[in-house]
């Protein structure tokens, strides 16, 4: 019976009726704002973007002010003005950012597309096929010293002729600060229409002294992206879409020192848009040996470690091409699995306002060859499903998986479930989860059903573990607070119960947390993890202690953990920090020290030295128990035209290697 519990889930799933046009419940004032569409008059000249706010075309655009605090559902105490205008070319916003404190205004982030989080800043989002959902939303941030940041629906890479330019000034004044972008409407994408169309909009403003991320169209403490504001009557540019074919060729000579030999490699990256809504992207004899990869922890584990893939091909487009968190099956296609490459293309986009697509396929002839392909299909703003198909050919590893993941939601209430199903050598076995979730005002809960066979083969995926059935809970509790000595409690449980296929139990197992920030920028948390693993024994406690949470600029923490694991004592600790010497030179440093069956360590420092926001000198230090690997770099990139790197050693090998290149990407 327990076995049949994920078929009827997800049955439930797919039958389950929506309707695109279903009436919804009134919502609060606070939801779902209105903004009408203000077009620039003719003849009238636009306002320079300097930050000032003095542009007396200002006076003729509709206000959006009065943000709201989500945490409370009430006006922030600080007031935040934002007006908007739009002409054929570009979208004009302004910002006033009221401050009863400006001497504590932050802004310390000078690298543009940087994280701006721990900044005051403003960003605008904007949701041109009013779907409600992230990956079709273009954000536009500015920190209140001016370093910009943008977010682009389907993602771009970092070259400045794919992602686009817009600008952004700021000014400090005596009550806050300011800000103005001029955003054009060539690098977003948006349906084309002769009529006057409605646009999802939002404006959101982060008060770094209170760690208020406020917002003009309350989304709630949950975030519900249906309640962001309508911006209505838009008529943005009809002219006729010519596609758009770019390329970036390299060029990358390089040499070692000792036993290698010199060699100079080309290729070619090309950007193709058939249709404004619509993105593909190929490459040739791809580079990756000059990309900083993440380095993969030491830490105890008993499944491999996820390592996150940082390759700017797989990179772009990628929140259309992913189903799964390791708390659920797991993540159903992982791009670290693709090592060898010669030739890669990759589309994605919208084919109809509501149904989306990935599509990425990777050749290394006589190696192998992999497929991966996702389509979505919206029904209403909650409710959605998503069908996958991955596939590895090479020679005896042939391996296809098909996964179909329903979601629905309903208010606070969820459902959401996957099926998928392997074939090929070794393979055939199916995996299925389901679970229900609450998100409350500060309360987040689900309870999910798992079961993977023991033949369940994703090559191309991470699946952490297979040949076992049972539950899994999590359960979390956090609390701002806008006054007093605490700023933030969290509070988290989580309980895994599970069997092996043939009935014998395999976790048995809880863990849990809790967390408190203080006003003055120091963060503690304790957490205990203990039970059964199989036949084996865990049962650790430990916590950690951060001075300056929300400034990497000066930031210090240690971690530590005792215990055992598998039966055997376990312990470790981790001292880490972060500064800033001077106004441009930054310093990094994350160490982890482990005791079982033995002594281990690892340690890691980078360092950028910014000469302005396009030069910079970098590097790493990576420290492995006795292997040692660093490389030095310099880079002259971010601005339309030639980006050239120079490279001393290499940053991903498990060694230091006597190397040296040069990297030039040019803008065709």
């Known amino acids: 019976m327990r076995s049949l519990l994920p078929v009827l889930f997800c049955l439930l799933c797919f039958c389950s009726p929506v309707h695109a046009d279903a009436p919804t419940p009134a919502v609060p004032a606070t939801f779902n704002r209105p903004l009408v569409a203000t077009l620039l008059p003719s003849g009238a000249k636009p306002p320079t973007i300097d930050g000032k706010l003095d542009d007396m075309i200002w006076q003729t655009a509709p206000h959006a002010d009065t943000y709201y ?21 570009y979208l004009y916003i302004s910002f006033y950012c009221h401050d009863s404190q400006p001497d504590k ?51 771009r890479a970092g070259k400045v002729e794919w992602q686009g330019d817009w600008e952004a000034s700021t000014q ?98 090309a950007r193709f848009q058939p249709t404004p809504e619509l993105t593909t992207v190929g490459t040739l004899n791809p580079d990756f040996t000059s990309v900083e990869g993440a380095v993969e922890g030491i830490g ?17 487009g990628s929140n259309f091409l992913g189903i799964g968190q390791n708390y659920e099956l797991g993540s159903m296609f992982n791009s670290a699995r693709i090592k060898q490459m010669d ?39 909650t409710s959605n499903v998503d069908l996958m198909m991955i596939q590895r050919l090479s020679p005896g590893e042939d391996n296809t998986v098909l996964v179909a993941a329903p979601r629905i939601r309903r208010g606070k209430w969820s459902l959401n479930g996957q099926v998928a199903q392997s074939f090929g050598p070794g393979a055939g076995g199916r995996g299925y989860t389901g679970s229900i979730d609450l998100e409350d005002k500060n309360f987040f809960g689900t309870v999910r059903y798992r079961q993977v066979a023991e033949n369940f083969l994703n090559r191309l995926g991470f699946i952490p573990f297979t040949d076992y059935k049972g539950f899994t809970g999590y359960f979390n509790h ?69 001075v300056g949470v929300t400034n990497r600029f000066r930031q210090y923490g240690i971690k530590f953990t005792t215990g055992k694991q598998a039966n055997l004592p376990y312990s470790s600790f981790g001292p880490s920090f972060s500064f800033r010497l001077g106004k441009a030179f930054d310093i990094s440093y994350n160490s982890f020290f482990q005791s079982y069956q033995g002594f281990g360590q690892q340690h890691v420092m980078t360092f950028n030295y910014l000469i302005d926001q396009y030069r910079s000198w970098g590097g790493r230090m990576v420290i492995n128990n006795s292997a040692v690997n660093f490389y030095l770099s ?22 230091f290697v006597q190397r040296f290149l040069v990297k030039f990407v040019f803008a065709i």
């Open 300 to 316: 105890f584990s008993r499944s491999e470690r996820f390592v996150p893939d940082r390759r700017p091909f797989f990179l772009e």
């Open 105 to 155: 205004i932050v802004a310390r982030e000078t690298v543009r597309d940087a994280d701006l989080d721990n900044d005051d800043n403003v960003r605008v989002e904007i949701d041109p096929f009013l779907t409600y959902k992230f990956n079709d939303y273009s954000l536009f941030f500015v920190n209140a010293m001016g370093t910009r940041r943008s977010q682009l629906s389907g993602g």
């Open 478 to 546: 956090s609390v701002q607070y806008r006054k007093g000595f605490l700023r933030s409690v969290n509070v988290d449980f989580n309980p895994d119960f599970d069997w092996h296929m043939d009935g014998r139990p395999f976790r048995r197992r809880a863990s849990g947390s809790f967390g408190i920030e203080t006003r003055n920028d120091l963060g503690f948390f304790i957490f205990g993890d203990g039970g059964k693993f199989d036949n084996d024994t865990d049962l650790t406690f430990g916590g950690g202690i951060t």
């Open 172 to 269: 400090r004044v005596a009550d806050g600060w300011t800000a103005e972008m001029r955003i054009p409407w060539e690098i977003i994408s948006y349906p084309h229409s002769d009529k006057p169309m409605t646009m999802g909009i939002n404006f959101r403003r982060k008060h770094q002294r209170t760690q208020t991320q406020s917002a003009w169209s309350d989304l709630g403490p949950q975030g519900f992206n249906e309640r962001e504001g309508l911006w209505q009557g838009v008529q943005p540019p009809t002219n006729a879409w010519r596609p758009r074919l770019s390329f970036l060729p390299y060029l990358m000579p390089s040499a070692y020192r000792r036993g290698g030999n010199s060699q100079a490699r080309v290729g070619l990256d």
């Open 634 to 655: 310099y880079r002259n990139a971010g601005r339309k035209g030639l980006d050239t790197y120079f490279i001393i050693g290499d940053p991903n090998a498990a060694s």
């Open 69 to 89: 605090d989500p945490q409370t559902g009430k006006p922030t105490p600080d007031l935040t003005e934002t007006r908007l205008l739009y002409d054929k070319k």
């Open 343 to 381: 030739a890669g293309l990759k589309a994605y986009g919208k084919l109809t306002p509501n149904t989306t697509l990935g599509v990425l396929g990777t050749i290394a002839p006589g190696t192998q060859s992999n497929f991966v392909g996702q389509i979505r299909r919206e029904f209403n703003a």
